[in-house]
């Protein structure tokens, strides 16, 4: 009799357990952070330099302090990448759709060297440029050439290049969400939030910031809150592996850029 019942209440369990729905394992959510246009301040950039994680310093050739910047935030452990100015930017190293490939690569060159330490590259500015389909496949070559990657900033819709970048399988990486284009901290803690989201929904996002002083503010009080949200903050590098080429939803379909 004991026996029986014994029988009988461990098929109840079984069947119970069986019932029971499978607990979905939570989706983990990766945020990587650039800060723009840096080589003008040193003691603004160097709070870059004091956030509280990997974040990435994107520094342009044409600034008075771009060199020394770049050898700070190296030591400071932090990956550098070369800001390249692109049109409408204008300046010395500024790529214009008009000029030669020759000229192209002479400015490209030029800049490399006023920026040491560099992994890869994001543009400055670069509406116009980035809409080149054959300027921009001729870049992506190049910095395969130099072992370097690219970050398309994404100024423009009609942007071609992560496009061109995917086609010869240069490691390269869109930007999703833009922390400042309004300069309030209101605003930037608003797109900080939407920057999260994302990353909730599809796994990673990328942001863009600059140093001003009230995208720090937001950054130095909010960053350190990630880990509690969820959240893991990581550098571009892992993010170019987490993602391995792909475009995301608003860039592209199924993983192919349009």
Request: hydrophobic share 45%.
């Amino acid at each position: 009799m004991r026996l029986r019942l014994l029988i009988v209440l461990l098929c109840c369990l079984a069947g119970a357990a069986q019932a029971e729905p499978a607990k979905a394992t939570p989706q983990k959510a990766y945020l990587t952070l650039i800060i723009d246009d840096l080589g003008q301040n040193l003691p603004r950039d160097r709070r870059v330099l004091a956030l509280p994680g990997p974040v990435t310093t994107a520094i342009m050739p044409d600034t008075p302090h771009a060199t020394e910047f770049a050898r700070e935030a190296h030591r400071a452990g932090k990956i550098v990448i070369l800001h390249m100015p692109m049109d409408p930017a204008t300046g010395p190293f500024a790529w214009h759709p008009e000029l030669p490939i020759e000229e192209l690569e002479k400015r490209l060159d030029a800049a490399f060297k006023m920026v040491p330490y560099t992994s890869g590259i994001n543009n400055h500015m670069g509406s116009r440029m980035t809409a080149q389909p054959g300027a921009m496949a001729w870049l992506m070559a190049n910095l395969q050439q130099r072992h370097k990657f690219f970050v398309d900033s994404r100024t423009s819709a009609q942007t071609v290049a992560a496009a061109e970048a995917q086609k010869i399988g240069l490691a390269h990486v869109s930007r999703d969400v833009f922390l400042d284009d309004e300069r309030t901290e209101a605003a930037i803690f608003t797109q900080l939030q939407t920057a999260i989201s994302l990353a909730k929904k599809q796994g990673s996002a990328v942001m863009i910031g600059h140093p001003y002083p009230q995208t720090l503010a937001v950054l130095e009080r909010e960053l350190p809150k990630l880990k509690s949200q969820g959240i893991e903050w990581i550098d571009i590098k892992q993010m170019i592996s987490l993602r391995g080429n792909r475009a995301m939803a608003a860039h592209g379909k199924d993983g192919i850029y349009r």
